[in-house]
């Protein structure tokens, strides 16, 4: 006997439907205490949170998107700006040397994570900490705090707008749909879906999943180096712990998640990272408003986190069952 088909999972339509919510209740509840959430300076703030994260968790959804993950990234970040910003030492001159230094580092960092996994076959979670706890030892050792400055004209990144839109945040959208044609438009989106989705049965099917999972990391750790060219552009310096301070490793990947990118890789996209990426943004901006203690904000996040990915995981498994009854 045939049942009741539950509907489609969206788990992109829900992250933008979680996202309204939490506005109407956010803005609800900063109004009752004499605050509002949508001024012109909060909205700033809060897609200048989401520029930042957001340029991160593009690069994250793609190396889960592929089955893989890259815990180095709030280490690049602090490299990166520290870089930026040495190589510029206060020089219009040098904005664009320090850019491709950046990005060539960002590469050969992503280049080695990808190497480590396909060619030594290391877990990807061991290969990236380790990774980024070398990169660590390396700040640690040889920066006290911030260093080096970036020219006014670089600052521009940081802080101009167009209209009421931050430039960093319109960098971050045409990142975002630059990874959506990569990942729906190319051969190498679908190989990349293909890997997250059965490694094993990619490879048999042709798709040279080695190189597929090295160009992933690469994009992966190039976003991370654009990240940190924007906070550097922020801080007018580079900081050696701006990354984990900020904790752009953890978060990226909660934002990805968040969005609906499946962790064991295969399924998800760009659309659901951002839509994430707004839902932290906007719990942080109604906490900040409100005062709250920082202990419960990240107790808040944790529940938020651990609920989505609970309900999505109910509604897979139900919806597999269900399948399974229909075929019956």
């Not at 959430?37 to 340029?55: D, K, M, P, V, Y």
């Not at 990272?273 to 900040?288: Q, S």
């Amino acid at each position: 006997m045939n049942r009741l088909r539950l509907p489609a999972i969206d788990a992109t339509r829900g992250v933008w439907v979680a996202l309204a919510v939490t506005l109407t209740v956010g803005g609800i509840l900063v109004a009752a205490d004499g605050g509002s959430l949508f001024t012109e300076s909060s909205t700033i703030s809060l897609l200048q949170r989401a520029a930042g994260l957001g340029i991160v968790a593009i690069g994250q959804t793609f190396a889960i998107l592929a089955g893989s993950l890259d815990l180095s990234v709030a280490y690049v970040i602090s490299l990166t700006s520290l870089i930026a910003a040495e190589t510029m030492a206060g020089s219009d001159g040098n904005v664009l040397p320090a850019i491709a230094l950046v990005l060539a580092v960002s590469a050969v960092i992503g280049l080695v994570n990808g190497l480590l996994i396909t060619k030594l076959r290391i877990n990807a979670f061991i290969a990236t900490l380790g990774v980024g706890l070398l990169i660590k030892g390396y700040l640690e050792q040889g920066y006290a705090g911030p260093t080096g400055s970036v020219p006014a004209s670089f600052q521009h990144l940081g802080y101009d707008r167009i209209g009421p839109i931050p430039l960093s945040f319109v960098l971050m959208a045409a990142l975002a749909a630059i990874a959506w044609v990569l990942l729906r438009r190319t051969r190498y989106g679908h190989h990349l879906i293909a890997v997250g989705g059965d490694i094993d049965v990619a490879r048999l099917s042709g798709v040279r999943t080695d190189r597929v999972l090295l160009r992933t990391h690469v994009i992966c750790s190039i976003c991370a180096g654009i990240a940190g060219l924007y906070l550097a552009s922020r801080l007018g310096a580079g900081a050696p712990r701006v990354g984990s301070e900020g904790g752009y490793d953890l978060e990226s990947i909660a934002a990805v998640v968040l969005g609906g990118t499946v962790l064991a890789g295969g399924k998800g996209g760009v659309a659901g990272t951002v839509g994430g990426v707004a839902l932290l943004a906007v719990i942080d901006t109604i906490f900040n408003q409100l005062a709250v203690d920082p202990f419960f904000k990240q107790v808040v996040r944790g529940v938020v986190i651990v609920a989505a990915v609970a309900v999505y995981a109910l509604r897979m498994r139900s919806g597999t069952a269900s399948r399974k009854v229909v075929a019956a």
